[in-house]
Nanobody, 125 residues
Framework: QLHLVESGGGRVQPGGSLRLSCAAS????????VVWFRQAPGKEHEGVSV????????QYADSVKGRFTISRDNAKNTVTLQMNDLKPEDTGIYYC??????????????????WGQGTQVTVSS
């Protein structure tokens, strides 16, 4: 069982930045594809970004392209989501999730096997 923990959320003004981390406290995250989802109040989960095991394949939702960057450090067992130029519509709970295999339809929530508890991101002036 892979146990994931997110950190780094908080409140920031529009245009600001946050850095989210997803860490594994059991097993090694380096063997898993990792995705970030977010859920805004009253809305469905939205796939934000995904990274494959090697880190050589990264995908982003159109809404965050050019502003968010996903990366991983397999030696530290972590995946990071750097979020720049944040907008109020980026507000929500951010979750990381993992699966042993990558699929092109990575934004389908039901595919992902292991989930963290989420971290709140609020973008407001």
């Amino acid at each position: 069982q892979l146990h994931l923990v997110e950190s780094g959320g908080g409140r920031v003004q529009p245009g600001g930045s946050l850095r989210l981390s997803c860490a594994a406290s059991t097993l090694t995250l380096s063997s898993y594809v990792v995705v970030w989802f977010r859920q805004a109040p009253g809305k469905e989960h939205e796939g934000v970004s995904v990274i494959n095991v090697s880190g050589g394949l990264k995908q982003y939702a159109d809404s965050v392209k050019g502003r968010f960057t996903i990366s991983r450090d397999n030696a530290k067992n972590t995946v990071t989501l750097q979020m720049n130029d944040l907008k109020p519509e980026d507000t929500g709970i951010y979750y990381c999730a993992a699966h042993p295999s990558y699929i092109s339809a990575w934004a389908i929530r039901s595919y992902w096997r292991y989930w963290g508890q989420g971290t709140q991101v609020t973008v407001s002036s």
